[in-house]
T-cell receptor, first 114, second 112 residues
Framework: SQQGEEDPQALSIQEGENATMNCSYK?????LQWYRQNSGRGLVHLIL?????REKHSGRLRVTLDTSKKSSSLLITASRAADTASYFC??????????????FGQGTILTVHP | NAGVTQTPKFQVLKTGQSMTLQCAQD?????MSWYRQDPGMGLRLIHY???????DQGEVPNGYNVSRSTTEDFPLRLLSAAPSQTSVYFC???????????FGPGTRLTVT
C-alpha cells in the first residue's frame, strides 16, 4: 500500500508563479524525500528532510514537514517551463527492524506554461 | 562516474519467458533496490539489498528474484513473465538504506 498520498494529482500554472505540492502519510517516519521525474526518465532526488526538521531549502525549493499532521509540502518559487515534471514524495521508516523501506506516493504532475 | 546503469532500455517478452534485468552502480553504495512504476500507482518496491549477500522483499516481490553477489551489481530476474509484469522498472542505489536514492534510467518491459 502507498504510504504517501500527494495532492493535487495535477497542477497547471504559468511561468513565474509558485507551485505547492502536498504529501500526507499514515505512519511514523525517519525521513521524507522529494523527487522529480521528467517524462520518460529516472527519478532525481531534490530534498531529504529528517523527522526532527521542520523546513529545508534548496535554491527555489522549500520543503516543510509537520510530523504532528503527518504531512509535508514542496514549494517551487518562480517556476520555469523546465520545472514541468512529476514530483514524488517518499517516506522512509525503519521502525523496529534493522533495515527500513522507502515508500513512494503516486506523484503530482506539474505543468508550467511559458 | 556513470552512476546507476540499467540494461536493456526496452524489452518485449512472451508470457512464460524468463529474463534478467541488469543494474550496476559505480558509487560503492551499500543499498540497492528495484521498483516498478505503473500508471497511477507511483513506484512500488520489489526487492532491495543492504549489501552484498543480503536481500529482502519489498511490497510486490512475487514473480521476481534477486541476488547481490557484488556491491556493484543487483540483477532482477523474472522467472516466468506474465502480462501483469508489463511496467517500467527502475533500479536505485544509495549510500545507506535511509539516504536519498540515485535512480537508473529505467527498463520498459512489455509482456505479451
Amino acid at each position: 500500500s502507498q504510504q504517501g498520498e500527494e495532492d493535487p494529482q495535477a497542477l497547471s500554472i504559468q511561468e513565474g508563479e509558485n507551485a505547492t505540492m502536498n504529501c500526507s502519510y499514515k505512519t511514523s517516519i525517519n525521513n521524507l524525500q522529494w523527487y522529480r521525474q521528467n517524462s520518460g526518465r529516472g527519478l532525481v532526488h531534490l530534498i531529504l528532510i529528517r523527522s526532527n526538521e521542520r523546513e529545508k531549502h534548496s535554491g527555489r525549493l522549500r520543503v516543510t514537514l509537520d510530523t504532528s499532521k503527518k504531512s509535508s509540502s514542496l514549494l517551487i518559487t518562480a517556476s520555469r517551463a523546465a520545472d514541468t515534471a512529476s514530483y514524488f514524495c517518499a517516506t522512509y521508516f525503519a521502525g523496529g527492524t534493522s533495515y527500513g523501506k522507502l515508500t513512494f506516493g503516486q506523484g503530482t504532475i506539474l505543468t508550467v506554461h511559458p | 562516474n556513470a552512476g546507476v546503469t540499467q540494461t536493456p532500455k526496452f524489452q518485449v517478452l512472451k508470457t512464460g519467458q524468463s529474463m534478467t534485468l541488469q543494474c550496476a552502480q559505480d558509487m560503492n553504495h551499500e543499498y540497492m533496490s528495484w521498483y516498478r512504476q505503473d500508471p497511477g500507482m507511483g513506484l512500488r518496491l520489489i526487492h532491495y539489498s543492504v549489501g552484498a549477500g543480503i536481500t529482502d522483499q519489498g511490497e510486490v516481490p512475487n514473480g521476481y528474484n534477486v541476488s547481490r553477489s557484488t556491491t556493484e551489481d543487483f540483477p532482477l530476474r523474472l522467472l516466468s513473465a506474465a502480462p501483469s509484469q508489463t511496467s517500467v522498472y527502475f533500479c536505485a542505489s544509495s549510500e545507506t538504506h535511509g539516504s536519498w536514492q540515485y535512480f537508473g534510467p529505467g527498463t520498459r518491459l512489455t509482456v505479451t
